[in-house]
């Protein structure tokens, strides 16, 4: 893949241009149990202002490799995402989670399908962002889901979701130890949650 933009007329007054290329390869590992590999990796070169001579051709890159499969009734998927601060086209979601640059992180989900007591899953997503901080600090972010749904009856199912994010400070830049969390993006949050259907 290959994608060339360029904006002439942008609201700022700059010229700006950009590359971005790209390739994806998928393997199929296990016909039988259904178990898939697959890669995808970009690289992008812009400029914000072509019209400056101080104004460098960035580089950025982008990489997610993973591996699915579905041993029976259990189902399985396991992915890492790595996007460098200067990728310049956050719009591919399966490379950039949230269309965000500069982020770490994985992707994991099992769901187990049983005869009689329903369906189990459970899904967890790590997430780095702000990677080699310099200006504000990083962030981590844990999110757990756990579910189970279950038909009662031809026209009803019964299904229950739990949710928990946890977002903690990571690395902290040298220059803002000691400073306060407003100034710094420091964060200690927990949110919980769960719903009946």
Request: net charge positive.
């Amino acid at each position: 893949m290959w994608l060339n933009a360029s904006d002439n007329i942008s609201a700022s007054g700059f010229s700006a241009s950009g590359d971005v290329f790209g390739a994806m390869l998928t393997v199929q590992l296990n016909k039988k149990k259904k178990w898939l590999w697959t890669t995808e990796y970009a690289a992008s070169y812009e400029n914000q202002d072509t019209a400056s001579a101080t104004s460098p051709r960035q580089f950025g890159r982008a990489w997610r490799t993973g591996i699915s499969g579905q041993p029976g009734k259990t189902k399985v998927s396991v992915t890492y995402h790595d996007v460098s601060a200067n990728f310049g086209n956050p719009a591919n979601p399966s490379l950039t989670p949230n269309s965000m640059p500069n982020i770490r992180g994985v992707n994991a989900s099992i769901s187990q399908t049983t005869k009689n007591a329903g369906t189990f899953g459970f899904n967890y997503a790590f997430l780095a962002n702000n990677v080699q901080p310099t200006t504000s600090d990083e962030l981590l972010l844990n999110n757990f889901e756990e579910t189970w749904g279950k038909p009662l009856d031809k026209k009803t199912n019964l299904s229950l979701d739990t949710r928990q994010s946890l977002t903690e400070t990571g690395t902290v830049p040298a220059a803002l130890i000691g400073m306060p969390p407003a100034l710094t993006g420091a964060a200690n949050t927990r949110d919980v949650s769960g719903r009946i259907t």
